[in-house]
């Protein structure tokens, strides 16, 4: 199973940029997509982006223009970059894993995806 640990959290001015890293235990194997997803106080959960090690990536609709996924398959990290945040951005950050097994990433890109991380928390104020 793979081990998911998220980093880059903290409080952030609106306007500005987060990066967040995702360490996954055994990514460079190729057997895992790799999500960000996040949930804001009292919201629901929504995907953000995923990747497949490949290199292929999707992100929600709603972020594309903000957020970039990439990879250092080496270090078995992913990472989430997003700009010109806002107090919306506030949220829990999760990173998560779905098994290649259970389909191509680009068919229901954020569902199925059962192993998780923590999360780390970000918070934008204006």
């Known amino acids: 199973l793979p081990r998911l640990v998220e980093s880059g959290g903290g409080c952030m001015q609106a306007g500005g940029s987060l990066k967040l890293a995702c360490q996954a235990s055994?990514?460079?194997?190729?057997?895992?997509?790799l999500g960000w997803f996040r949930q804001a106080p009292g919201g629901a959960r929504e995907g953000v982006a995923a990747?497949?090690?490949?290199?292929?990536?999707t992100y929600a609709d709603s972020l594309k223009h903000r957020a970039t996924i990439t990879q250092d398959i080496p270090e078995n990290t992913v990472y989430l970059q997003m700009t010109d945040l806002q107090p919306e951005d506030t949220a829990t950050y999760f990173c998560?894993?779905?098994?290649?097994?259970?389909?191509?990433?680009?068919?229901?890109?954020?569902?199925?995806?059962?192993?998780w991380g923590v999360g780390t928390l970000v918070t934008v104020s204006s």
């Open positions: 998560a894993a779905r098994p290649k097994t259970y389909g191509a990433l680009w068919v229901r890109p954020f569902d199925d995806f059962p192993y």
């Open positions: 055994r990514y460079v194997d190729g057997h895992y997509y």
């Open positions: 990747i497949a090690i490949d290199g292929v990536t």
